[in-house]
């Protein structure tokens, strides 16, 4: 499996930015794919995942509200909408796959494909 993000960029406080992720080779229904992220001094914190089977979405608290996940099957993708973006939401963003049952749990160690991260920063 291959995933690929894009979408990263700089954004003002209270913008909008869309991540996407596309996933290469096979991927099972009983997976998820999703987003961490990493800021500057910080560790690797999970943002949400979407499960391959049935859509169900999963988000850490601190963006629940503000993000919202989904996925295109035609083309292989998955999207991150990041709305009313704030300073704290800067980091690197890493798409990833796993079994449902663990990514919505977040933990970044269980991971079983990486994409390359891609830079967001909030600033004025």
Do not use: H
Request: with cysteine; hydrophobic share 30%.
């Amino acid at each position: 499996v291959q995933l690929q993000a894009s979408g990263g960029g700089l954004v003002q406080p209270g913008g909008s930015l869309r991540l996407s992720c596309v996933a290469s080779g096979y991927t099972s229904d009983y997976y998820a794919i999703g987003w961490f992220r990493q800021a500057p001094g910080k560790e690797r914190e999970g943002v949400s995942c979407i499960s391959n089977s049935d859509g169900t979405t999963y988000y850490a608290d601190s963006v629940k509200g503000r993000f919202t996940i989904s996925r295109d099957n035609a083309k292989n993708t998955v999207y991150l909408q990041m709305n009313n973006l704030k300073p704290d939401d800067t980091a690197v963003y890493y798409c990833a796959t796993a079994p449902i049952e663990t990514f919505r749990w977040f933990p970044p160690d269980a991971m079983d494909y990486w994409g390359e991260g891609t830079l967001v920063t909030v600033s004025s």
